[in-house]
C-alpha cells in the first residue's frame, strides 16, 4: 500500500471514530466491505463526511439542459467566485430517452461533459437521478411513450412503472460509474437523489404510495454507487436514504433529519418564483435568502441548495405546462448567465462569512441563548478550546430594530436580521446589511443587427378534403399530439339551408366551444375567427364568437394547441386537453352539437414537416413581402448580422402575439406577448439567443407567428450589466473580506478594517462615468437615484478621482473625505450612493 493510500486511509479511519455512528452511503452499510482510499461520503448527525473530512456545503442548481455548452465554464466560473462548492442538477429522462430504447447525450445534453467540467473548477456534484423532476419542466421529465405502456400508473407501486423505472435509474448510474464520477472513483459526485418530493402526492396512492418510496429508496441504494442517497420532501425516507427539505425558511419549517445519525440537508432554498405565462414580475430578496441561509446553519445545517442559481432557457419545446421561456431569470446569475447583484455578491459574503465559522461550526458544541423577546444568540464552541467560538445574532421581528447585548457587549440587529461573528466577538456580516455592489440590467439595440427584412409564408389552412373525418368525437389532444409537436387540427363540416340562418340582421349564429386546454384559433371556411386560452391554474377555456355561416356546406377547423405537458400531482397519465365540446347557438333550427359530428385530425403543420425554420426547408414553400393585413398562422423569415460586442443577445418580441423562435435552425423557444399580466405588460418580452447559435454574418431568423400580427417591430438587443452601484451606510460593517481564519486563528487581513464602497466592472471592463454620487440621505435603486436633503457638493468629483478609468475601486466612507470643512447635517446618518458606468 502506497504512502498516500495509507494517508487516506487513516484520516478516514480517524473520521469514523470522531463521528460516533457514522453512516456509510453503500448498499452493504458496513464500513469494512467498503473500500475507503478512493474516498467515499459518509455521514452522521452532524454532517457529511468527504474524503474523510467534514464539510460545510454551499450549493447552487444550474441545469445543463437550459443552457449551451459554450457557456457552462463561465456559469460554473461565476458559481465558484459565488463562494459555492457544489452544483446541483436534475437529469432529464425525456431528453435522455425521447424514443423508448434511443439515447441522447449529446450537445447540451452531454450530462458526463457537463459533470466532469464542474469537477475541473472544483466543485463536487448532487445528482437528482429522479426520474419524475417537476422543475417546471415537460412532462415532469417523464418520456411521453411511457405512457403509453399497457398497465402503467406512473410514480406507484406499480409494476410496469417500476421496472422502466428502474432500467432508467441504472442506466444513469452506469453511466457515471464508466466515467468515474462518482466520489469513491475519485469523481464529483457526493450525492444523488431519487424520487422528488413524493410526500405532496403520497395519500393519493394509499398503501402504494408507502410501498412505492420503500422500493425506490431499496432500489437506489442498491444501485452500489458510493454516495449517499436523499429523499426531498419526504419525511419517511427509508434508511439509510436521508430525507431533505425544500423551501424559503427550511430553518424554520424543516423538522429535522427523521433518525439522529442524518445531517440536516436543504435540497431546494427558492431564490425567486418560477414564472408562468400570464405572471407579474415576482422577486426574492436577498437579504431573506441570506437570513433563511444564515438561519439554517445556526440550526445545524450544513447544506444549503439555491434553486436556481443559474435558471437560464427552456429552449424549444421543453417548458411545462404554461410555463415561461426564461426559467428563474431572478436568480443569483440571470438568464444571460450575468450575476444579478445584489443577489449574487451578497450571497458571495454570506458564504465567506459562514466558511469563517466552519471549524466551530462542524466540531464545537451548540448552544442557545434568549436575548429578547424576538432576539437570540445561537453559538458553537470547541470544549477544549472556547476561543474557537461562532455565533449568530438574531432578530426575528421583521419591523423593529434591536440593540442586544451578549457577552458584555452591545450589538445593533436591524429586523429581521442575523449577524454573524466567526469569534463570537466580531460582526464580519448581516444578513439585512448589504455592503456588497448592486447593478442594473440593460438591453441596448444593436447598431448592426437590426437591419430586419422579413418575408412572409402562410400556413395552409386544411380542408375536410386534406383532413377527412376520422372519429365521431375529437380526439383527446395529449394522446394525439403524443408530445411530437404543440399543434393539432380538428375539422368537420356544417351543412345549412336558407331556412337554418338568422334572418334578421341583428341576430348572427354564435360558435361556443369548452376547451380542456391549452389554447385554440378557430377558422370557418378558412378564415379566422378568432383564438381562447386558458391559463396555469385554469387550463380550461370557453370560446364564444360570433360567426359568418353561408348556405351550403361550411367548413371548421380548430386549431388546438398545448403549451407544455403537466408537470406535477398526481395521476399525471389522466390529464386531458383539447375541445370537448363544439355547440352553434342562434340558429333558426335552434342550437346544434357538433360534439359528435364527425371530426378530422391531422398533427403539426406543414412548416413542421419541411423543416421550414431552416434555411433548406424554407426552400420547400412560397415567400412574399410582408405588405398588408396580418393574417393568422404566419411563418416569417430574415437574417440578421452578429450584433457588435461580446454581450448576450436576446431578441424582443414587440408586437407579436404567440408562437415560436428559431435562429439557424435552432428554436430559442415559445414567445406570448399577447397573453398579458395583471400589470397590462406580457411576462416576458426579450428572448435569449446565445451567442454560440449566432454567426458572423447572415443568421437565419424564423418566427412563426400564431395571431395576426407582423415582425415590424421586432428588435435584437444586446445585454449588458454595465451599470454599477452601490448604497453604503456609515453604520454598514465592513466587508467579510477583511478577515480570515488561519491556523485557527481569526484575524483582520488590514492594518485598518474600516466600512468603504467598492465597486468592480464586469469582464475586464473600465469605469467610464459616474452617473450620481451622493453622500447625504439619498434614496431609490440602482438606475433610479434620487438626492436626498442632505448632499456633499463634492461627492461625485470624490468618486470620479477613485474610479473613473479603473476597472475597480474602493471610496471610504469617510465625513471628513466629504465634508472637509463643515458638515452640513451633522445629525443624520450617512450614505454613500453611487452610480457608475462601465464599458470596455
Known sequence: MTIRSCRVLLIALVSMVISAGATIAHSKGHVGNQTLQHGPVTYDGRSLIINGKRELLFSGSIHYTRSTPEMWPDLLRKAKQGGLNVIQTYVFWNIHEPVQGQCNFKGNYDLVKFIKLVQKHGMYVTL????????????????????????????????????????????????????????????????????????????????????????????????????????????????????????RHCGDTFQGPNKPNKPALWTENWTAQYRVFGDPPSQRPVEDIAFSVARFVSKNGVLTNYYMYHGGTNFGRTSAIFTTTRYYDEAPVDEYGLPRDPKWSHLRDLHKALKLCKKPLLWGVSGVQKLGKDTEARFYELKDNSTICAAFLANNNSRTEAIVNWRGQEYYLPPHSISILPDCRTVVFNTQTIVSQHNARNFVRSKVANNLKWKKSQEPIPSIVQVPINSKTPLELYNLLKDVSDYAWYTTTLRLSRRDLPMKATIKPVLRIANLGHA???????????????????????????????????????????????????????????????????????????????????????????????????????????????????????????????????????????????????????????????????????????????????????????????????????????????????????????????????????????????????????????????????????????????????????????????????????????FKKNDACPDIKKTLAAQVKCAY
Open 128 to 247: 437528482r437521478v429522479g426520474p419524475f423532476i417537476q422543475a417546471e419542466w415537460n412532462h415532469g421529465g417523464l418520456p411521453y411513450w411511457l405512457r403509453e405502456v399497457p398497465n402503467l400508473l406512473f410514480r406507484t407501486d406499480n409494476a410496469p412503472y417500476k421496472y422502466y423505472m428502474k432500467k432508467y435509474v441504472t442506466m444513469i448510474v452506469k453511466r457515471m460509474r464508466e466515467a468515474k464520477l462518482f466520489s469513491p472513483q475519485g469523481g464529483p459526485i457526493i450525492l444523488a437523489q431519487i424520487e422528488n418530493e413524493y410526500n405532496h402526492i403520497q395519500l393519493a396512492y394509499k398503501e402504494m404510495g408507502y410501498s412505492y418510496v420503500r422500493w425506490a429508496a431499496n432500489m437506489a441504494v442498491k444501485q452500489d454507487a458510493g454516495v449517499p442517497w436523499i429523499m426531498c420532501k419526504q419525511m419517511d425516507a427509508p434508511d439509510p436514504v436521508i430525507n431533505t427539505c425544500n423551501g
Open 520 to 818: 385554440m384559433l378557430v377558422f370557418v371556411n378558412g378564415k379566422y375567427v378568432g383564438s381562447g386560452h386558458g391559463s396555469h391554474d385554469e387550463k380550461s377555456f370557453i370560446f364564444q364568437k360570433t360567426v359568418s355561416f353561408t348556405e351550403g356546406v361550411n367548413e371548421i377547423g380548430l386549431f388546438a394547441m398545448t403549451v407544455g405537458l403537466p408537470d406535477s400531482g398526481a395521476y399525471m397519465e389522466h390529464r386531458y386537453a383539447g375541445p370537448r365540446e363544439i355547440i352553434v347557438l342562434g340558429l333558426n333550427t335552434g342550437t346544434l352539437d357538433l360534439s359528435q359530428n364527425g371530426w378530422g385530425h391531422h398533427i403539426g403543420l406543414n412548416g413542421e414537416k419541411v423543416k421550414l425554420f431552416t434555411e433548406e426547408g424554407s426552400k420547400q414553400v412560397q415567400w412574399s413581402n410582408t405588405k398588408g393585413a396580418a393574417q393568422a398562422l404566419t411563418w416569417y423569415k430574415t437574417y440578421f448580422d452578429a450584433p457588435e460586442g461580446r454581450d448576450p443577445v436576446a431578441i424582443r418580441m414587440t408586437g407579436m402575439g404567440k408562437g415560436m423562435i428559431w435562429v439557424n435552425g435552432q428554436s430559442i423557444g415559445r414567445h406570448w406577448m399577447s397573453f398579458l399580466s395583471p400589470l397590462g405588460q406580457p411576462t416576458q418580452s426579450e428572448y435569449h439567443i446565445p451567442r454560440s447559435f449566432i454567426k458572423p454574418k447572415q443568421n437565419f431568423l424564423v418566427v412563426l407567428e400564431e395571431e395576426p400580427m407582423k415582425p415590424d417591430d421586432i428588435e435584437i438587443l444586446t445585454v449588458n450589466r454595465d451599470t454599477i452601484c452601490s448604497f453604503i451606510t456609515e453604520y454598514h460593517p465592513p466587508n467579510v473580506k477583511s478577515w480570515e481564519r488561519k491556523n485557527s486563528h481569526f484575524r483582520p487581513v488590514l492594518d485598518v478594517v474600516r466600512t468603504s464602497t467598492e465597486l468592480k466592472c464586469p469582464n475586464y471592463k473600465k469605469i467610464v462615468a459616474v452617473e450620481f454620487a451622493s453622500f447625504g440621505d439619498p434614496t431609490g435603486v440602482c438606475g433610479s437615484y434620487v438626492l436626498g436633503n442632505c448632499n456633499s457638493p463634492v461627492s461625485k468629483e470624490i468618486v470620479e478621482q477613485h474610479c473613473l478609468g479603473k476597472s475597480s475601486c474602493v471610496v471610504p466612507i469617510d465625513d471628513k473625505l466629504f
